[in-house]
């Protein structure tokens, strides 16, 4: 999965050529490793010996829990409902102009705060996203909003077996049944439509749009997400946050979008050209009935309302910090930074190359284009086919995605270190000179089995892929521990037949870009590491039966079930999840000892209104949900502490008395403290181990010196 726009294609372009797919599957299991000994006899310092992490994709905060209302009276959540700025029936509130979106210019250079030139008088458009038939209908011939039988359930089963039984008909519901990019006619709020949306956020469901509705997705890439996020350093400090208004979503959307790769902007174009419209600023009610399942966890269970993803970017950057806790950065394969492609790109011919004999420019520049208001000249997922043999005029052009951000005088680099500067306690920006970061989404420097992915000329590989890193991961730490550990993804059995991902005849929709392990030199060119780490969900679900389950496990659903909206939808989500946490709790001695950490790589591009902290250039972003499910975090409890992807990597540590992963990963940094705001760190940068999610003194019996967690509140880590 490279990005949203591609995934979408191809689901629509491949999934009409899908074969049955039992027998590929069944051979291309493999006997998953027994590790549940292992597990159980290393000691932690809390009852805990499996983690299980769980990455759902692209939805913010209050995108999902916009309305949610603690289940203990005495708890408080911080979101849309809490805030007066939406009612608990997801109308405007008494406070509905505390999210009023601005309008803005940026004509020369890159802002990450530009000046405001006044609030919407109404939204742009609300557009059209994701499929018109389902996919799986479109495949079958059938072009309806839903297509649900007994036999195309059957059929959908032999895609996909990550859901329960009863989640199989979602894949057949749902169609848009309208063209792309067009104002939603679904969409209806506060008795408006979507071509005339009040100045703010608005549910998306209604009589005419279900939950269980395909919708589109906003912009999620970084400079992008500096700018809607809107910081400057002297309007908050301490309990005030950290100067963010959350106040440019649709501006960014509707200048930018996700970026052109060096290509011209469009003529006649306005703020629906991108797209995106005001996608953003969308919400789900889970008091009227959305989200029903996750829902259900928070009501049971713990969830963190100041959970942030870690890059102000999208999924790849994101995966890689859940499993580094850092960024890595562009390199000559053999550890040694270098300078990503950087070539001229023709705005008005881009796919024709100059006499470098490449269209390839891969290093960020979101100074806007002459005559533009922010459509920046150099940013996107990369242009034209993709292949490494395409030529001129047709040549894979653009893909701006690395940023060599120790170096104030590269484009869009300069403010962002202004800000962090600026701070009362100043932000370092652990970006060392002469390394071009990735920030965005790149393919990851290996294939499945172990080959060079960024060296492969054939012509069906793609060329935006990232060189293999050096860089340290908690992969590297644990097996350095002798601590078992798998990344678990969906239909990564098939991928292993199909490493290109496009043939497509056998339903590979595994998402290369989410496997943090796949960009590693010290795991991929490894066998048995490769074996005895990297593994399809069908392994997993063998594993959690049998109890023999590796003490860290990283599970990722295939992009059919993964949550995106446009490509999925939440409730797939919803089913993959459940399935993995019935299974756990039908296992006793299993889950008498393990923690399911539910989260999401991103929020999307979707609008929220918590904190957000800056940690060092790379982020953080929005925040996104995270609930632990586990017999030690029982009782419907909303945590505060400020956590982001890198507190994945800390707990792990925690729990298993590990040192940080280097000297300069993100799991270096405190635990953090707090005043009168307890959602805001005084001692900035902090992000938390989430050991206080959990509540292990109510539990007798169970691992040494376990009184000393305490309850909900108590912080154990590095201080």
Not at 321 to 332: K, P, Q, V
Not at 339 to 366: C, D, K, M, Q, Y
Not at 567 to 573: Q, V
């Amino acid at each position: 999965m490279r990005d949203h726009a591609f995934n979408t294609t191809r689901l629509k372009r491949h999934l009409c050529s899908f074969v049955a797919l039992g027998a590929v599957m069944a051979n291309a299991m493999t006997p998953s490793l027994v590790f549940a000994a292992t597990a159980e006899a290393i000691k932690t310092r809390t009852p805990i010996k499996h983690v299980i992490v769980i990455i759902g994709e692209n939805r913010s905060f209050d995108h999902i829990f916009a309305t949610y209302k603690p289940v203990n009276k005495n708890e408080k959540v911080l979101n849309l409902l809490s805030e007066g700025i939406v009612k608990a029936d997801g109308s405007p509130g008494p406070d509905y102009s505390k999210a009023a979106q601005e309008q803005a210019s940026d004509t020369t250079t890159y802002q990450n705060a530009p000046t405001q030139t006044g609030p919407y008088a109404v939204l742009p458009p609300a557009l059209t996203g994701g499929p018109a038939a389902p996919y799986f209908c479109k495949a079958l011939g059938v072009n309806a909003t839903s297509c649900v039988a007994d036999a195309n359930i059957a059929f959908a089963k032999t895609i996909e077996n990550g859901l329960p039984d009863n989640y199989y008909k979602y894949l057949l519901t749902g169609g848009t049944g309208q063209a792309s990019h067009v104002p939603d006619a679904r969409v209806f709020y506060a008795g408006k439509d979507a071509s005339h949306l009040p100045n703010g956020p608005y549910q998306l469901t209604n009589a005419k749009y279900p939950y269980d509705a395909y919708a589109a997705s906003p912009v999620h890439r970084f400079f992008q997400m500096w700018q809607q996020l809107d910081c400057k350093a002297d309007r908050g400090h301490g309990a005030k946050g950290f100067g963010c208004r959350n106040d440019l979503y649709p501006w960014v959307e509707a200048t930018v979008g996700a970026g052109s790769n060096g290509a011209a902007q469009p003529s006649g174009f306005n703020d629906s050209t991108t797209g995106e419209g005001s996608t953003s600023m969308g919400f789900f009610n889970v008091e009227n009935g959305d989200a029903p399942y996750l829902k259900k966890l928070a009501d049971d269970y713990t969830m963190s309302d100041n959970y942030h993803q870690g890059v102000a970017g999208g999924t790849g950057a994101n995966h890689v910090m859940l499993g580094y806790a850092d960024a890595i950065w562009f390199s000559d394969g053999a550890g040694h930074a270098a300078v990503p492609p950087h070539n001229t790109v023709n705005p008005s011919a881009p796919g024709a190359t100059g006499p470098g004999g490449s269209a390839l420019s891969e290093i960020e520049n979101p100074n806007p284009q002459p005559g533009t208001n922010n459509y920046y000249i150099q940013d996107g997922y990369g242009g034209g086919s993709g292949s490494p043999t395409a030529v001129s005029p047709k040549a894979s052009y653009g893909g701006g995605s690395y940023v060599a951000c120790a170096d104030a005088t590269e484009p869009g680099v300069g403010p962002i270190l202004n800000y962090l500067g600026a701070l009362r306690r100043p932000v370092p920006s652990r970006c060392q000179n002469g390394h071009y970061y990735l920030m965005n989404n790149y393919n990851p420097g290996y294939f499945g089995d172990g080959s060079n992915a960024y060296a492969d000329k054939n012509p069906d590989n793609y060329v935006f892929t990232v060189p293999p890193t050096s860089v340290r991961s908690i992969g590297d730490e644990l097996n350095d521990h002798k601590i078992g550990w798998a990344y678990y993804g969906d239909q990564y059995n098939i991928y292993l037949t199909d490493k290109y991902q496009l043939k497509w005849n056998n339903g590979d929709e595994y998402c290369n870009i989410c496997n943090w392990a796949q960009y590693s030199t010290s795991i991929m060119t490894d066998a048995g590491q490769r074996a005895a780490h990297i593994k399809d969900t069908t392994d997993l679900y063998a594993a959690i039966k049998s109890g023999d389950l590796p003490a860290v496990s990283y599970v990722k659903p295939s992009g059919l079930v993964d949550g995106h909206p446009a490509s999925s939808k939440l409730n797939l989500f919803e089913g993959f999840t459940k399935k993995i946490v019935n299974m756990v709790k039908a296992n006793p001695k299993l889950w008498d000892d393990t923690a399911i950490l539910v989260t999401f790589d991103e929020g999307g591009g979707y609008w929220d209104s918590g904190y957000v902290q800056p940690v060092d250039f790379f982020g953080d972003g929005t925040r996104v949900p995270m609930i632990i499910v586990s017999k030690y975090s029982t009782g419907g409890h909303i945590n505060h502490s400020y956590t982001d992807h890198a507190s994945v990597v800390k707990f792990i540590e925690a729990n298993w008395d590990l040192p940080p992963i280097t000297s300069r990963s993100r799991d270096n940094l405190p635990n953090p403290r707090t005043e009168e705001n307890p959602y805001v760190p005084v001692n900035s940068p902090a992000i938390g181990d989430m050991m206080d999610m959990f509540q292990f003194a109510r539990h007798d019996g169970h691992g040494e010196d376990h009184d000393r967690f305490g309850g909900y509140g108590y912080g154990y880590g590095k201080n």
